[in-house]
T-cell receptor
Framework: GQNIDQPTEMTATEGAIVQINCTYQTSGFNGLFWYQQHAGEAPTFLSYNVLDGLEEKGRFSSFLSRSKGYSYLLLKELQMKDSASYLCAVVRVYSGAGSYQLTFGKGTKLSVIP | GAVVSQHPSWVICKSGTSVKIECRSLDFQATTMFWYRQFPKQSLMLMATSNEGSKATYEQGVEKDKFLINHASLTLSTLTVTSAHPEDSSFYIC????????????FGPGTRLTVT
């Protein structure tokens, strides 16, 4: 089966740095996405990692270790608008022919306080 | 580019009635679309994968006779909740697979269904 774990809630101060962790167990792994979701809205794409290492994109960075089944999303210079849920989603490929699905973690609700 | 729309954005219906939700890729062709359901404070749960011109593949525990999916064109997939009950009240989100050799999905804005 598949198992994806991330903390339920986190609180951080405006201007600070926060790291949101995600651990996973799955077969057919072919990458990991991070999405941001504001309440009542659809998820929006933040990052995709398929190789080990750190990918940096502006204030957001994402890290992946395939051998450890571990990823994190790093948010720098936090702003109030960063208050949202952050979802990690694992790509599982199956049955060949490009068939795949995303399995989402339960999400981490981040609250940024002044 | 890569915009996915959903209609309606919210709907209230009476128990026992059917509701149709449309998902459209506005500026690209989507051979594969996905339907998710999200309950409050829960994550997105994949309901089914919809491929244009073929039958949808449903996830375990999702009743295919209750949640009818039709992907009749490369830009439109529909989800019909038949004989809706209050426990079907949820946030339904569709997504479309990005064109090309990528696993990225573009999400629609979601449809809030309330069954009274």
């Amino acid at each position: 089966g598949q198992n994806i774990d991330q903390p339920t809630e986190m609180t951080a101060t405006e201007g600070a740095i926060v790291q949101i962790n995600c651990t996973y167990q799955t077969s057919g792994f072919n990458g990991l996405f991070w999405y941001q979701q504001h309440a009542g809205e659809a998820p929006t794409f933040l990052s995709y990692n398929v190789l080990d290492g750190l990918e940096e994109k502006g204030r957001f960075s994402s890290f992946l270790s395939r051998s450890k089944g571990y990823s994190y999303l790093l948010l720098k210079e936090l702003q109030m608008k960063d208050s949202a849920s952050y979802l990690c989603a694992v790509v599982r490929v199956y049955s060949g022919a490009g068939s795949y699905q995303l399995t989402f973690g339960k999400g981490t609700k981040l609250s940024v306080i002044p | 580019g890569a915009v996915v729309s959903q209609h309606p954005s919210w709907v209230i219906c009476k128990s026992g009635t059917s509701v149709k939700i449309e998902c459209r890729s506005l500026d690209f062709q989507a051979t594969t679309m996905f339907w998710y359901r999200q309950f409050p404070k829960q994550s997105l749960m994949l309901m089914a994968t919809s491929n244009e011109g073929s039958k949808a593949t449903y996830e375990q525990g999702v009743e295919k006779d209750k949640f009818l999916i039709n992907h009749a064109s490369l830009t439109l997939s529909t989800l019909t909740v038949t004989s809706a009950h209050p426990e079907d009240s949820s946030f339904y989100i569709c997504s479309a697979r990005s064109p090309g050799l990528t696993y990225e999905q573009y999400f629609g804005p979601g449809t809030r269904l309330t069954v009274t």
